[in-house]
């Protein structure tokens, strides 16, 4: 095993490798403590754990990180919809000037943009795109085709919030912008796929709203709508508690706990997200 | 917010009840928001008995204050705007536009509460008077059409809005509504017509939704609010 092969091979998927090598402590202690012989037996230990960071580290702290990681969702997402319009499994429900595949196509479109977007913004620091994005069976049928469309909608949106105050941290005040208006865009998706679903073809889920009511997953999978971590900053969909409030009963009025959880989306953090991603999607 | 006044236990400030004493920091955080109100207060008190200062005008005050009240004002007109939809709905609405309808009418309801019961009462905005008499109730065209222009509007606003705030905690809240105002303006769009749920109208070739300046935005409400709402201090 070559180490220096290996060190080339990571930073094709991850260009910051070394600088993560070189200068996070955990790295650095890693290396430090072991003899010089040890050290290299465990290299490839500490480079596996650093190149994990780059997609599923607890903290993302630059800028750059946070949009590394918008850019690996939206590469999945893009992929995600090119794989279905070219689906044959999918061809009789997203036929050729239909309702369903034009919105399918404004969907993928605005992905794509999203990824140019995000690339020219990271330039030299953009992480390249997956090899390959394996969806298993999600383009088996036209109704879980639109299953996983809300899921990485939906996930996509949880992600984008959880990251809003890491940019305003940052005191980068235009990406924060950019991200926001990525952000709705991508509830618009979420409400539209799930809208669609409503329809007899797509699986006749007539109880599904645009919006999410309490944790109700429809189908996708519950970790979707379920807490994140911190859970105090990321509670699950079904929260009615929002800066110390109980607006059921705190508001001077009743509200109804599927109103009120309606009425807030919740963020995410990028290690559930990923971990939710990963747990559907081989890439 | 600062660190500094995260350890002094100032977070709490969001929920503060109407009643509760304002604590001396939190006086001179909210004195650039309420100078507008003090000034035509002692307007009041020179002269010129009989000029009517500015009655009639509401200012939304400074900084992440002013950026709430300016959310407040927004979901208040919504909210009224809802309200009325259901109260009096279009001839023939289907059942399932009266659910979502109906839904979207708590949502915003619930919003509307929140600001109020989150903005401290000294530097809250007041209730505001709405004026819909450009829209014609009785018209599923013209609610929609409304109904579009608010949501699209409200996406706008918080999406322009959000780098005005220096409260991680009002951010993620904002974060929190302004997609949910992205799917009501989805649907709706949808029910005017099919596919529109990101049209090129608000979604620009980046895949960028609309983010809008608070003048910009209040230029676009006011017609619809009696009192003249004055922004030009939010998020400064």
Known sequence: MNLFNIISELEKVDPEIMDRLSHRRSALSALGSLGKKMALAAAPIAIGSAFNKAVGQNTLNTANEVLNYALLLEYLEEDFYAQALAAPTLAANLTSGSAARGAIQTIKNHETAHVNLL?????????PRPASFDFGNAFLTYPTFLTFAQAFEDTGVRAYKGQATKIQSANQPAILQTALQIHSVEARHAAHIRYMRRGAAAGGQSNIMPWVVGKEANGAPDAVYGAGNPAATFPAEDNITQATLTLTTGLGATYTAADVSAAFDEGLDNTTVTTIARSVVTF | ????????????ELTTPLHAPIKRRSFFMYAGATAGATALLLSGCDDDDDETPAAGTVSLGSGDIGVLNYAYALEQLEAAFYAQVIATPYASMPADEMTALTAIAKHEAIHRDFFKAAIPAASRIPALNPDFSSINFS??????????????????????????????DYLLLAGKIVSVEARHAAYVRDLLDNGSFAGSDVVNANGLDQALPVATVLAAAQKYIKETINGDNVGK
């Open chain 2, 139 to 168: 018209s599923r065209d013209a609610v929609l059409g409304a109904a579009k222009t608010f949501e699209d509007l409200g996406v706008a606003a918080y999406n322009g809005a959000g780098s005005l705030l220096k409260s991680p």
């Open chain 2, 1 to 12: 917010m600062s660190n500094f006044l995260k350890k002094e236990g100032e977070e709490a």
């Open chain 1, 119 to 127: 690339k020219a913004a990271l330039g030299t620091n953009a992480n």
